[in-house]
């Protein structure tokens, strides 16, 4: 049971509308706000105001309540309430982990239950900073579940190593800022007391990037930016809103919403990931086609630094004032200061939304399409197309909907022998789309985008399968804890890749995945699959899933990582590029001076070494 | 007369076409180029194989065959051969210079006709560089007219000083490298012997950009990139070319153009400027909203520094490797490095493309119709609104066509009177609006936004009125030099700004102006005039001209750039940014902490200070 004391508000990422709804941009901004700007509280609630720790799991992805588990009927199903398969048994899962896995619901690998506090190491506490930070004012915590609950992100090292109980080096301090002054006071404290601060958002990084390095010796603060997550303002002439950097992605739409708007910003994490996080990794969202990734969605960013904060005086849409020093604190990762609040373009709502699918013979013909859609610069607001492995694992996906059981195998076949004839069913492939914005619009597009498709032999597939599609998005993640309790383990990775080598990286990624599995011993044939998740004009997104089942190895783990680095080996030597928007963090680190050159590395140490001497911000990601 | 030597190869910007037409790409690349690549020379000539100071200007802007001049009949010409302007009659314009300045053909002020050579100071040699240099083989001069013409950019002091026959400080060499591995010898000794190098693109900077700093006593060498003008490669299957950096948009465009390709990247001075240029100020074209700007278009950077080589390993479209490099490189404006090879996006040239025009009753509803253009994210390819001034200077530019000689203010009478009834002569503007893409869609899309129009009151004007907007572009800096032969100086400024401050900086900028030229005892009220030329999500950049007779005043020059100065503190209070596109120079240097904050600053100066400690690239512009 966690130690609540009186003096700690145990916040969980809702903001009490306690606070005045108007306040002054830093009290720097000299003219009062204008009359079109609507100020907002954001009464934002991750949870029914519980802290964060208690509505989701220390050790896996997500809500507590949400899990996929294997019932008492040997079925899987989703528990809780909070997506639309929440609830409802999934008939094909089993059948379809078993066959494609080798796994069998009697081989179990459980997590460890609950956090064993006695495995944390004791705090190393700064004592003059704590003195000072106490006065403060600034909720802080050095209990060990609010501290190991900030010490890791999603890879699958790092799950692994909690399910088995086994706590590594975490933040011996948690703070908890409530607006951009607080984190000046924190930075400020930090650096006179040399302690190591590492800024904490959604926890939703896939980098390493929140690992705590374990060679740091000195106090490691967890800053946590939950609790700056207003909406400041809403400034409707010129489509901003201005924005404290711990807000989540979930909680920001639907803010915006409320008044009619939106960003756009859909990145996959984004129930849990923050404005923050996403300016320090250049993330990226669902819907980029639309309201572009985040660096053209933001306007103006504030971090406050070693140095002091770092701002432009302007809003001006677009400068020619020297390199563009947001894009010195995009992708720094936490390395430099903390993000505290940004200007960020909105939206109109759009009228109307419209999923769709298109089913493909073959892979090769759907990336051909995608390439023509992406030519005529004509991509609906989002189009993924999976690869055939994709699509059969998108259909053990389905719910039961009716009495009626329907196996994996059955419905499939039922899928393909109905509707798609001649389509073979070891190759074909789903394209899902969405489009939004005017209704007339959408349907002209629509049109135009399923004309293209039929010249690559694609037929329209419905709007269903395109809306499971992406609702599946948000439940994918959720399924890696339940392959991890039956030995099976894997992970996403993602890249950049021109246009021309898609299908060479697409086979060759995918082929050494399975040519190292074998060679390292695994004993059953890897899942190992992609699909082509975002298009432009040079080039394309795409995404790995690899799992597999670890049974029998020793050291499950360390076969992964060889994996994936044989994985990434592979797809930098077809062309594509470190990473599209997961980042670099501590995983990636070896292959940065490759990639960005010498002169780069140096170009970058020289900021941090000019921002950030004592490397205060010393979660050593990047460099 | 100019001296030359047998062993200078006398280039003036044309590439004989006697290297191979295939290269790797710095030897690094270990694909051979994809069959679906065109290699191509670029037979490129800003001039029938003269060198650039034979057919340009030497003290004032573009071809020496293209000038404004009175006739002897007291008409306004232009004369040459090059534009749709040329040889034509502009009747109204000389009413409209006498009117609008108070100037008279009475009154001249010409320039000094030839360079007086004993005018420029003996060069400052660095003998050792300059004998490895010559080892190189790589062509060089220290003629005072090569240095000379490469000593400036187009600020009016620059020119003002030029037609004075003032020379200050000049490049004491110039040396034209043919590729990048001529710039890495270059650089390398640049390094080796402490000589500074300034990069030379087309020498359009207005930002003092080009001025040799006077404090400089090493030896300065100008870096003319003119030779490095090959395409190296179409890639049609990326949609991308790969390009050197010294080519100019004229040559880039017509050269893409023979394969049915462009990039759609046209800033005003796309005819001399460079593509290393553009990379380096942060460039911008009239089209970006195809296009879009130059951050838009790259793909791929090569710059060469005293550090070495800095370029990213792979052509993705989009990257999450830390923060951007290229944005490093992108508005370091000649201080870090030479750019030398740059993968841009193309595009197919567009099927079809229509010109248009609206008038608005007054700038307001023309604001206010841009604004809602911007909002529905519909902006044709192009869409500036001018004010009013800048209508009845249109009508000034009309060229004769036929023998009836219509007055000016008769022209402009006749203009409102039969289609535009109810229209205040003297508050109606007019918006110009260039469509293009495929038939179907431009036709659709022009509807869309003549119907907007219609909402604010905007009545269409034609093909023609739009199409010579457009055309004006490229004759208006040559009329610069015709006021300076009467007493009349000017210069063009912008900024980039949020939509609800459009109207104010307009207005408050141009009466900022009018004070100031008061205040500081110009005798005639002066031309301040301004246009909106891009629209945006979040703002638009507007655009400001600015001129006045100075007769009377002792120190023109010295009045202008106060009120210049001014003017841009204006800006800056009215929330605009220092600078849409023209960026900062040495110009605007002292805004720059204000505008990218002390932290921002720090920044800059750390990654000069590692890439370039010893200032070799040391033309003092931005920090």
Redesign the interface.
């Known amino acids: 049971m966690s130690g609540f004391s009186d003096n700690i508000m145990r916040l969980s990422g809702r903001m009490l509308s306690q606070y005045p709804a108007q306040r002054d941009w830093d009290g720097k901004l000299t003219r009062a706000p204008?009359p079109?700007i609507i100020p907002t509280c954001s009464i934002v609630t991750l949870s029914d105001n519980l802290p964060k720790q208690e509505i989701m799991k220390w050790n896996g992805w997500g809500y507590s309540d949400s899990k996929f588990l294997y019932n008492k009927k040997g079925q899987a199903e989703f528990t809780g309430k909070r997506y639309r398969l929440s609830g409802m048994i999934i008939p094909g899962l089993r059948e379809w982990m078993e066959s494609t896995f080798g796994a069998n619901l009697q081989h179990k690998t459980p997590a460890a239950p609950i956090l064993n506090s006695s495995a944390v190491q004791p705090p190393t506490l700064n004592e003059a900073f704590l003195k000072e930070l106490k006065s403060t004012g600034i909720p802080f915590s050095h209990d060990a579940e609010d501290r190991v609950f900030r010490s890791h992100g999603h890879c699958l090292h790092e799950i692994f190593a909690l399910r088995e109980g086994k706590i590594g080096r975490v933040p011996d301090l948690v703070v908890w800022p409530n607006c951009h002054n607080d984190v000046v006071k924190i930075v400020e404290l930090a650096c006179k007391h040399n302690v190591c601060l590492m800024p904490y958002g959604g926890g939703t990084s896939v980098s390493s990037a929140l690992e705590c390095p374990p060679e740091e010796t000195r106090s490691i603060v967890s800053l946590d930016t939950s609790q700056m997550n207003r909406i400041l303002w809403i400034?409707e002439?010129?489509?901003?809103a201005h924005v404290e950097a711990g807000i989540v992605g979930q909680d920001l739409e639907r803010l915006l919403n409320e008044s009619g708007y939106c960003t756009g910003h859909e990145p996959d994490s984004m129930e849990f990931s923050s404005l923050g996080g996403w300016v320090a990794?250049?993330?990226?969202g669902m819907k980029k086609n639309i309201y572009g990734?985040i660096?053209d969605l933001v306007?103006h960013i504030k971090m406050v630094?070693p140095?002091?904060?770092?701002?432009?005086?302007?809003?001006?849409?677009?400068?020619?004032?020297?390199?563009?020093?947001h894009?010195?604190?995009?992708?720094?990762?936490g390395t430099l200061g903390v993000v505290t609040e940004v200007t960020m373009?909105i939206r109109p709502m759009p009228e109307y939304q419209k999923y769709g699918s298109v089913v493909f013979p073959n892979f090769e013909m759907g990336v051909a399409c995608l390439r023509e859609v992406a030519?005529q610069r004509c991509a609906p607001a989002s189009i993924r197309l999976m690869d055939n492995e994709q699509f059969k694992f998108g259909h053990a996906l389905k719910p039961q909907v009716s009495s009626i059981f329907t196996s994996f195998l059955d419905g499939l076949k039922k899928f393909y022998i109905t509707k798609f004839k001649g389509f073979d069913p070891n190759r074909l492939c789903v394209a899902t789309l969405l489009f939004e914005g005017d209704r007339e619009k959408v349907l002209q597009h629509e049109k135009q985008v399923y004309d293209i498709a039929a010249k690559f032999g694609g037929l329209a597939a419905g709007e269903d399968n395109g809306q499971r599609g992406y609702m599946l998005t948000f439940v994918i993640a959720y399924l890696r804890d339940l392959g991890m309790d039956y030995y099976v383990i894997g992970e996403s990775f993602e890249?950049?890749?021109?246009?021309?080598r898609v299908l060479d990286i697409c086979r060759n990624v995918k082929a050494r995945i399975v040519r190292e599995c074998k060679d390292k011993g695994v004993q059953f044939p890897p899942l190992s699959t992609c699909r082509v998740t975002q298009t432009?004009?040079?080039?394309?997104?795409v995404y790995f899933y690899f799992a597999f089942n670890y049974r029998g190895l020793s050291d499950p783990v360390h076969v992964y990582e060889q994996v994936e680095h044989a994985a990434r080996e592979e797809i930098?030597a077809n062309?594509?590029?470190?990473?599209?928007?997961?980042?670099?963090g501590k995983l990636r680190k070896e292959w940065?001076r490759?990639?960005?050159?010498?002169?780069?590395m140096?170009?970058?140490?020289?900021?941090k070494?000019?921002?950030d001497p004592n490397n205060i911000f010393g979660n050593r990601n990047?460099l």
Chains 1, 2 share one sequence.
């Open positions: 204008h079109g400034d002439k010129n489509l901003t990794t250049r993330a990226s990734n660096e306007v630094t140095q002091g904060v770092i701002e432009k005086s302007c809003q001006g849409p677009r400068m020619s004032t020297g390199p563009d020093v894009h010195f604190i995009m992708g720094s990762e373009k030519r890249t950049s890749v021109p246009w021309d432009y004009d040079a080039g394309a997104c930098l062309g594509g590029s470190l990473s599209h928007h997961h980042g670099v940065m490759e990639t960005i050159s010498s002169v780069g140096g170009m970058l140490k020289s900021v070494d000019y921002v990047l």
